[in-house]
């Protein structure tokens, strides 16, 4: 098991940057997956970004260019670095480690983006 603890949600302008952080109870070295997803009220969460134990990223077309994903194994930290915010980005961000087959996510961190 791994308890997840996201951090550095808020508010800010469009256009503006963001960079959200997800540390892990344990080490994430051998985590195969972790990653973000989000969700607004009323809709599916969706995958934002992944990354496995490999390196390998994966990016929503929604996204690309302007989030990028990244893991510090020796921290046990997931980042989530978002730029050029736009308010259709605003949701809650959550984070979650996938391992052993089974997904366990962070309790959630607000970004919300003004026009």
């Known amino acids: 098991q791994v308890q997840l603890v996201e951090s550095g949600g808020g508010l800010v302008q469009a256009g503006g940057s963001l960079r959200l952080s ?6 994430i070295a051998s985590i195969n997956q ?4 989000r969700q607004v009220p009323g809709k599916e969460r969706e995958l934002v970004a992944s990354v496995t134990n490999g390196g390998r ?3 929503a077309d929604s996204v690309k260019g302007r989030f990028t994903i990244s893991r510090d194994n020796a921290k046990n930290t997931v980042y989530l670095q978002m730029n050029s915010l736009k308010p259709e980005d605003t949701a809650v961000y959550y984070c979650i480690a996938t391992m052993t087959g089974q997904g366990y996510w ?7 983006v003004s026009s």
């Open 34 to 37: 972790m990653g973000w997803y």
């Open 106 to 112: 962070g309790q959630g961190t607000q970004v919300t």
């Open 57 to 59: 990223t994966n990016v």
């Open 22 to 27: 997800c540390a892990a109870s344990r080490s």
